[in-house]
């Protein structure tokens, strides 16, 4: 069930809509579960990369959450293409499973505002969110260590 998102402490109490990717069901389902427990709205879900832009041409949306590794699109061809469509009206945050300074690097230049390991604490992706609707730039505290560099 979606809360009333009017009181949710992202950003500037901005009510968030997302649409999310990934082709792991149990991850998909558990990640859906999360957002909206958390009064995020989610518009759609799908399991690859087409999917996800044909959901984000259906519905206009906030944000969306993409697995790097997609079955046809990879997560950043997809976050190339919604700079493309979008025009920074769509917010991408990458959720993957692992990650290094490059894939940061390239998801940066792709246009994505916020790259999260799916291994890391779910607040991680909290925080992300929030971050990227107070149109902030947000990098997982793992991949930070690691040497990677942090808007925000």
């Known amino acids: 069930m979606v809360r009333d998102m009017a009181d949710l402490p ?4 901005q009510k968030l809509a997302c649409v999310l990717a990934d082709d792991h069901d149990q991850l998909l389902a558990a990640t859906e579960s999360l957002l909206l427990d958390e009064g995020i709205q989610v518009l759609g879900t799908a399991r690859t990369g087409l999917g ?3 959901l984000l041409e259906e519905q206009p949306t906030t944000v969306v959450v993409l697995d790097l590794r997609l079955p ?5 061809e997809v976050a190339r293409r919604v700079a493309e469509i979008a025009r920074k009206k769509t917010a991408v945050v990458i959720y ?3 990650a290094d300074e490059r894939v940061v690097a390239e998801a940066l230049d792709a246009g994505v505002r916020a790259v999260v390991l799916k291994d890391g604490a ?5 925080t992300a969110l929030s971050s990227v609707a107070a149109d902030e730039i947000y990098v997982d505290p793992q991949l930070r260590h690691s040497g990677s ?3 925000s």
């Open 72 to 76: 046809d699109l990879d997560g950043l």
């Open 96 to 98: 993957a499973s692992d």
């Open 122 to 126: 779910p607040d991680n992706l909290l």
């Open 10 to 13: 992202i950003g500037k109490t």
């Open 149 to 151: 560099e942090e808007s």
């Open 52 to 54: 996800a832009l044909r």
